[in-house]
């Protein structure tokens, strides 16, 4: 490990061991910068002991990647930092933006809930804008990709969705056939895989939850540019140019 490296530790999840990756910038002076979760998520410098917790550290190699020192000052940029999403910006999408300038988190893209190019938040921010002002014919272009976006996002959510619902059946029969077979322990390891696939699927009905306002907001906004689109003369978005 060396100052600039993208860093990882496999972190448990209900007593389940290596579940996920945590993901953070290696500083070169025995910390860390990456997203701490507490009482609240924010991006802070701790100990390399502290990021670790006991587990093995390992490195996330790129073929292309910013100089070490651009990687820590871009880490640096965004200390203090409590603007946490595990689907749009969770500790690996920050550490791969540091280092790649990349905002990617791998996990999510194996796991079917890749967002695309543009999350719902952008998306939102987006609509917004784009409805306000600005070229009213690019305006629409930007509509379209927060709609396709949006529309590409609910689907992998949902698929994720209904395949949490099947694992949370599929853990509680489990589990009942090894109550009658007089495996508690058994019985008990499907009862935490189901705990985790439950507290998976409330993340999972979050997000969709959040996509659902977003489609509400992309609804009222597209009204709001139709209008300026019928009204504001074409013409008038675009320099004069003369021969």
């Known amino acids: ?39 609240d998520a924010v991006i802070c410098r701790t100990s390399m002991e502290a990021f670790a917790r006991g587990n093995p550290v390992y490195v996330k190699r790129y073929p292309v990647s910013y100089l070490p020192d651009v990687v820590v ?9 409590r603007r946490y999403s595990l689907l749009t910006n969770n500790c690996e999408h920050f550490a791969t933006w540091c280092k790649t300038g990349n905002s ?10 890749g967002l695309g190019p543009i999350s ?3 998306s939102q921010r987006m609509v917004e804008e784009i409805a306000e002002g ?24 949902q698929t994720q969705y209904q395949r949490l619902q099947g694992e949370i059946e599929s853990w509680h029969r489990v589990a009942q056939v090894a109550l ?45 540019l139709q209008q300026r689109v019928t009204t504001e003369p074409i013409a008038a978005s675009y320099p004069t140019i003369y021969p």
Do not use: W
Request: net charge negative; hydrophobic share 35%; with cysteine.
């Open 73 to 81: 000052e871009r880490a640096e940029s965004r200390l203090g930092e």
């Open 180 to 224: 009658q077979k007089g495996r508690e322990d058994l019985a008990r390891a499907a009862l935490e895989r189901k705990v985790a696939a439950k507290r998976q699927l409330e993340q999972v009905q979050g997000q969709l939850d959040q996509l659902l306002e977003l489609h509400r907001s992309i609804q009222l906004n597209q009204q709001v």
């Open 1 to 39: 490990m060396a100052r600039g490296d993208q860093i990882y530790v496999m972190r448990p999840l209900i007593n389940l061991e290596g579940v996920y990756e945590h993901h953070g910038i290696d500083c070169g002076d025995g910390t860390v910068i990456h997203y701490h979760k507490g009482e």
């Open 134 to 157: 600005g070229n009213p014919v690019k305006a629409m272009e930007l509509f379209n990709q927060a709609i396709s976006s949006a529309a590409a996002a609910e689907a992998q959510l």
């Open 104 to 113: 990617e988190s791998q996990q999510l893209i194996e796991y079917g809930l």
């Open 120 to 122: 719902p938040t952008d």
